[in-house]
């Protein structure tokens, strides 16, 4: 119960941390340029089909990627990085909360954030409804849950990134890194003859996981334990790196 | 958890050392472990969420992999090649739609069902293996086989139905109207799972059609079409054998000629094997032999006309459905009869300038079941011919020349002395040449669907209604597309900075 009231108090100062960051909202600003760049050409390459700009808007465009893999690192490179830069993490650390609290608390803040970068985009449906209509729910909603999967994804990623690194910009270059290997590395996969290594990397491509699953308003039980699975793992990596420092 | 600060001795630090990386490896071996269980076996699953359930099975496919009891192989051979100006790419989708559809009948038949899918850019050998076993001529097809039966499924004759919209159909892109995936694909598991393989004999020795022959007006497509639904394809003299054999799944009569002439043995042996619930498919040219109009089709319940159905609309030919000549024509809906053949027609399709094709209807006095398969437009005519082997002028004379819709296709279910018998009448046999078939998709359909339905092979009790097709769209009026990029792409990331502001300057305060 402690333990619960401790995480709740950090995420909400993490949480108060983005939202009270003019800087936040510079990033928030180009965001949705991209975003609102990415909606229009969608619109403007499908002739008006509806359900085709949605899938491109929300998963097929490049525009949307480079969102999605540039932005992350971007809200989760100080996370850990700064305050061990700028001491702060050692007072963390000898506070009465656990390494876990100190993590999920900063995961939760920047996804909190993440999740609020891409709720504007639902203003984007009214100028569908304005001309007359809607795209499918069910991909509508699929998609959106991808989009908060991958972040999840993601900025578990940038968090380790975070802890493993000494400042926030190797931090950021090594979340990027990590994240573009996320993309392309299983993309290698369409180029290798049928078997078990193209069907595994198939299954972990991210941008496969847009277009088979989420942006078909499907929601498959295996592609979801990537997300869940691999959050999983980079947390607990990160609380271990964290927690290493006391090993020194 | 906390002794911050304290120096550790070298032991201990490898003590560290070896729980961490014991941890790792546990917890990367937990997550692969998940995603094998999750994605690879059983417990994965699927929810549709999509408004249509595009991506759900039906009830009656999950009872059919839930039944089987053997293994069977589908393998997808598709070239994705992108069709030109297309941005939809409805091409390529309906690609992926069959092989995510397939995904779900993996999953659901627990290991009995095996896909693989083809790319035959890069699996080259594997491909070629398949052409080879398969004995395929052309990409983007789906073989569904169990043991030595199997079924080819072609992705614009089988698996999904598109509009072509002109001869030359790369001047624009094809429509997708509608997806047929769950029909063939479940009837095609199915079939190849039952161990009877059906003989289809074609009638001989009228100048008929010959399904040997590859030339344009002969009839190889219709036999491989029918030998890809699992049925051998035999050639029948009726002179030769003095009877249809009992193993005889239906008999094709494709087009007897005029010139030719019906012995009375060959009569009485079609008459007989009718009598004994005989399925016959019959195609008779307007102009062709009518020698049997009087022995064997109107003691059946069948009225064949001898006019030709004409009109006079023009447009754009248009979809895939049923049609003899790429002639100009105009939608005229509600041209197909509601039967088990026509469930896959799209009823928006072409009308004909001149079919060359006769008008049929139940003979009177018959109590057979007559069912209308494909009907004229209501300002169609049927123009009567000048003598037995000279068309009339394809011009209506009203005094003698009725109009309305006619019927040009039948199914019939006769009674009495031939209960049990089926019959499909066809007004033109030039509707299941190669040439026709190759250039209408809806021919082929139609065809295999009529001798299904006679064999019986009924995929009655999975009958499965098409995936359709809708597109919504949006039309932006002209210079409306600045306020649109205004909107999302500058007031919007203006109003983010309006906020950034107004924090900094809280902030300050």
Known sequence: MKGLRSLLVLTGREVESYFFAPLMYLVLAVFLVLNGLAFSFSLLDMQGNVDATVRSFLGGSILFWINSLFVPPLLTMRLVAEERRSGTLEGLMTAPITDLTVVLAKYVGALSFYVALWAPSIAYLLVLKSYGALPDGGVLLTSYIGIVMLGALLIAIGLLASAVSPNQIVAAILGIVFNLLLFFGPLLSSQMPRGKLRAVLEHLSILFHFQNSFGKGVLDTGILAVYVLGVFVCLFLAVRAIESRRWA | ?509
């Open chain 2, 1 to 509: 958890m906390s002794d911050g600060g304290t120096t550790f001795g070298r032991g201990r630090r490898l003590t560290i050392l070896v729980n961490v990386v014991v941890m790792v490896v546990l917890a990367v071996a937990v997550t692969g472990i998940g995603i094998y269980l999750t994605g690879f076996t059983d417990f994965r699953r699927r929810i549709d969420l999509t408004e249509a359930e595009s991506y759900s099975l039906d009830v009656r496919t999950e009872r059919v992999l839930g039944e089987l009891d053997r293994d069977v192989e589908v393998i997808t051979v598709f070239d994705r090649v992108p069709w030109p100006h297309d941005p939809d790419q409805v091409w390529v989708k309906s690609m992926d739609y069959v092989t995510d559809l397939l995904q779900e009948y993996k999953i659901r038949a627990h290991g009995r069902v095996v896909v693989t899918n083809l790319d035959p850019k890069i699996d080259h050998d594997k491909t070629r293996d398949v052409f080879q076993r398969f004995n395929l001529k052309s990409y983007n097809q789906v073989v569904v086989s169990c043991g030595e039966n199997r079924r080819v499924l072609g992705l614009d004759t089988d698996l999904a139905e598109f509009d072509f919209g002109s001869l030359h159909p790369v001047v624009r892109p094809p429509r997708l109207i509608a997806y047929h995936v769950e029909q063939a694909i479940t009837s095609a598991i199915f079939d190849v799972t039952r161990d009877e393989r059906a003989t289809i004999y074609t009638i001989t020795g009228h100048e008929e059609l010959s399904v040997a022959s590859a030339a344009d007006l002969g009839g190889a497509l219709l036999a491989a079409a029918l030998g890809a639904d699992n049925a051998a394809v035999e050639p029948l003299s009726l002179v030769a054998r003095g009877e249809v054999p009992d193993d005889a799944a239906a008999v094709l009569l494709l087009g007897p000629q005029h010139s030719s002439t019906f012995l009375d043995e060959e009569k009485t042996a079609l008459d007989a094997y009718l009598r004994r619930g005989g399925k016959l498919l019959v195609a008779v040219d307007p102009l062709g032999n009518r020698e049997l109009d009087e022995t064997i089709f109107r003691p059946l319940g069948l009225e064949l006309e001898r006019n030709l159905i004409c009109h006079t609309q023009k447009g754009v030919l248009r979809g895939s459905g049923v049609t003899e000549m790429w002639v100009a024509g105009r939608e005229a809906p509600g041209r197909y009869g509601r039967h088990e053949i026509t469930r896959t027609l799209i009823e928006d399709n072409e009308v004909f300038k001149v079919v060359r094709s006769g008008g049929v209807s139940a003979a009177p006095g018959h109590e057979a079941a007559f069912t209308s398969l494909i009907l004229s437009p209501e300002d169609a005519f049927g123009d009567l011919p000048k003598s037995e082997i000279e068309t009339g002028d394809l011009k209506q004379d009203p005094r003698i020349e009725s109009e309305g819709s006619r019927t040009l296709a039948a199914a019939l279910e006769p009674t009495g002395p031939y209960a049990g018998a089926k019959v499909v009448f066809v007004p033109a046999v030039a509707w299941a040449t190669n040439y026709m078939i190759r250039r209408s998709p809806g021919n082929e359909r139609f065809l295999r669907r009529a001798v299904k339905w006679l064999v019986g092979k009924g995929d009655a009790s999975i009958v499965l209604p098409p995936q359709t097709v809708s597109t919504r769209v949006i039309e932006v009026p002209e210079g409306e597309e600045d306020s649109i990029f205004l909107y999302t792409a500058v007031y919007l990331p203006l109003g983010a900075l309006a906020l950034a502001l107004v924090v900094w300057l809280a902030r300050r305060k």
